[in-house]
């Protein structure tokens, strides 16, 4: 039993993957399996993957983000308002995404460390919070006429492959660095696996707390400028419901929700698997609401596959 739980631990998400495509594959071969279909899939996914990585950090140190969605529509609408007003479009996303987005994710921290409140309290609150003041700024209104620069910058191809899925690899890439080969990376492990332990060992679970949310701050900007650039437009109300699949891809991709275990690269497979899973919905005509129940279920099936093989070994 236990070589079968190092097994699922390891390649259990990839599997899934896996079998997904296979069955979509066999099922609509003349649809799925084309190489436009394929890439689309890549697309479609590059912006889950992006909010997912944010929120495997927040979810390692068994805490949880509920803001990102918010986040991703309020920098994308500042990005937006900035370029709209003669800002270079690479430094209103300089600004507007990892800036910005930074700065939310650290207000999060800080309210986190301040109060001592879980962090699904306050994340709770900061996603009203951030969703009203894009209300706000926005006037409850799109923005329009944004740079054609921008938009083939960010949302274009670079050859045969979407500008998007570069830009979710290359963050993929880097915390997969940082999670592997650094000691930043490590003390975050060591935090969400006992913090009490963590707290003797000389770690400040504050300021790594702070980093945590500030890396998903960071995320979400990132991913609401590539929203923002797909659409070709600043939606007040883009990024609504993304926070479920953000906790759907950490979850699906094997990181604990009890913390403390996880890995990026099985983030960037939980992402996949929801655009394979959306993909092939879309195809077999499945309305969207019945979209929702299944990525429900998925993030339930998800997290008792956890208790079952994984998080035992931490509550024994």
Known sequence: MQKFNLIWEKYGTFGILLLITLGLGIGSPQYFLTTSNLTQVLLQSAVTILIGVGEFFTILIAGIDLSVGSIMALTGMISAKMMIAGVPWPVAILIGGVVVGGTLGCFNGFLVNKTGLHPFIITLGTLAIYRGLTLIISEAAPVFGLPQGFKSG???WLGPVPIPVLIALIVALVFIFITVKTKLG?????LGGNSQAAWFSGINIKRHTLIVFVISGICAGIAGVVLTARLGAAEPLAGTGYE???????????TSFFGGKGRVIGVVMGGLIIGVINNGLNILSVPTYYQQIVMGGLIILAVFLDRLFGSKKLAA
């Open 186 to 190: 490590r003390n975050i492990y060591a």
């Open 244 to 254: 479920t699949q953000a906790i759907a891809a950490a979850i699906i991709g094997g």
């Open 154 to 156: 960010i949302a274009g």
